[in-house]
């Protein structure tokens, strides 16, 4: 499955549950001008498209749409990536955050194997 971009309006539904399907997503939230957010996008891209994933919904948002997201998300910076699991009829979304790690890459913040073994720890 490859990756979609979404917009605030989408986010807020997926967060609010205002969704059709109990669902696992995957939200990277990145910028335009972060540099790492940049380096990671095919190595992102690379992981939604694993058959490992196939029932996951793989999703970026630029925070540009939204600045406030990162103070209501509880976040600081970009790249960050969340594991969000759906509820249908208005209920709120469970989240979970990839934690900063302890030695950021240089070019990409997170690596391929750190975000897989979150996405196995939160997703299978």
Not at 42 to 50: A, H, Q, T
Not at 88 to 93: C, F, L, S
């Amino acid at each position: 499955m490859s990756v979609m971009r979404i917009s605030k309006e989408s986010l807020d539904d997926i967060l609010t549950g205002r969704v059709n399907e109990d669902a696992t997503c995957v939200v990277k939230f990145y910028s335009n001008t972060c540099h790492m957010c940049q380096s990671l996008h095919d190595y992102y891209e690379s992981i939604s498209e694993n058959t490992k994933y196939g029932d996951v919904h793989f999703l970026a948002f630029n925070i540009d749409d939204d600045p406030v997201v990162e103070k209501n998300l509880n976040f600081k910076g970009v790249p960050t990536i969340f594991v969000v699991h759906t509820h249908i009829g208005n209920r709120p979304a469970t989240l979970r955050m990839l934690p900063d790690p302890e030695n950021p890459n240089d070019s990409t913040w997170y690596t391929v194997n750190e975000i897989k073994s979150f996405l196995d720890k939160e997703t299978l």
